[in-house]
């Protein structure tokens, strides 16, 4: 199935396959632009409002019964698009607050948040979808659904849901008119111990990254 017939009239708008990949497609779509760097001013509202839009498709995979593939063996897909190129891109472009604070699980007791990058998760996330992709616009459907479930549950769903938290604490520092205290150089290949972020009153946000990023704090 070619990018041509993806939304083609003769598949049902109320199908349930087909709404999922309208959203998965948008998502793809959406962040590939963002990635371009045209709007840095626009970069985080319009990133977590298609990662919500993500999520809701995620949520309806996450309740929806367990899919069956038709074939016993996934077919392969064909080759894999790179997503390094994207990684890059959103790297360059969230470079302030591309860093963040993650607890992987959180009914795993115990467990101290580790760093993670906005821009890593959403090409993963976009791997992952576009494998599913890859079967939808062959033809197999029920496999493309079966990939995007599974991979909800074992990967992008957790990954994305992460990726919409710091993209929301963001916006609400902003807004909110409640500056984070500068990172001290925190990378991902570093660990943070017991230590964690403090997100306390500073000048980064306000000079580094609602001015670049073009987002107005409250007065």
């Given amino acids: ?35 371009k760097g045209d709007e840095p001013a626009s970069a985080v509202p319009f990133l977590l409002l298609e990662v919500s ?10 309740a ?3 899919v ?35 607890v992987f699980d959180p009914y795993e007791p115990r467990k101290a948040p580790v760093p993670a990058r906005i821009s890593d998760d959403l090409a993963d996330v976009i791997t992952d979808l576009r494998h ?10 029920s496999e493309a659904l079966w990939w995007w479930q599974f991979s909800y549950f074992s ?13 929301h604490s963001i916006l609400a520092h902003v807004r909110l008119n409640q500056p984070l205290q500068e990172l001290d150089g925190l ?14 009153a500073g ?8 001015g670049p990023l073009g987002m107005k704090q409250a007065d």
């Fill in 132 to 141: 599913g992709m890859a079967h939808y616009r062959a033809g197999r459907t």
């Fill in 1 to 35: 199935m070619s990018d041509a017939t993806l939304h083609a009239t003769g598949h049902n708008p109320d199908d349930f396959a087909v709404q999922i990949a309208d959203q998965v497609e948008s998502f793809l779509v959406a962040v590939t632009e963002v990635a």
């Fill in 187 to 200: 990378d991902t290949d570093q660990g943070m111990g017991d230590e964690t972020l403090e997100f306390e």
């Fill in 203 to 210: 000048e980064v946000m306000a000079q580094e990254i609602a």
């Fill in 155 to 167: 990967n992008w769903g957790s990954t994305a849901s992460a990726t919409l938290r710091a993209l």
């Fill in 68 to 102: 069956v593939p038709d074939e016993r063996y996934e077919p392969d897909p064909g080759p894999e698009p790179d997503a390094d190129g994207l990684r890059e891109n959103l790297a360059r472009l969230l470079e302030p607050i591309d860093v963040y604070s993650e």
């Fill in 53 to 62: 839009q993500l999520l809701l498709a995620g949520g309806r995979l996450g």
């Fill in 64 to 66: 929806h019964e367990d």
